[in-house]
């Protein structure tokens, strides 16, 4: 996440990272956020490192407990909140 001027402008390039800016947003450890989701952190980790994929069902779930919105999650189009 990177601070330009009064705005905020967010670079999350991929799914995971911006799976990892919803967590980090909601002041949420992966540990936290994992056990919320019912995964295991290491399942969590391999999506924030973008080895396995982000599923809609992940993203709708994350949504719900952040309020990052599920489709920027998946396509980083619109805006995140």
């Known amino acids: 996440m990177a601070f330009k001027g009064d705005t905020m402008e967010i670079e999350e390039k991929t799914p995971g990272?911006?799976?990892?800016?919803?967590?980090?947003?909601?002041?949420?450890?992966?540990?936290?956020?994992?056990?919320?989701?019912?995964?295991?952190?290491?399942?969590?980790?391999?999506?924030?490192?973008?080895?396995?994929?982000?599923?809609?069902?992940?993203?709708l779930a994350t949504e719900l407990i952040t309020g990052v919105k599920a489709d920027w999650l998946l396509t980083a189009e619109g805006s995140w909140m």
Do not use: E, V
């Open 17 to 59: 990272q911006r799976l990892l800016f919803a967590i980090k947003n909601s002041n949420m450890t992966q540990r936290k956020f994992a056990s919320l989701i019912d995964m295991s952190p290491n399942g969590l980790n391999m999506i924030i490192k973008d080895h396995n994929c982000l599923n809609r069902r992940l993203a």
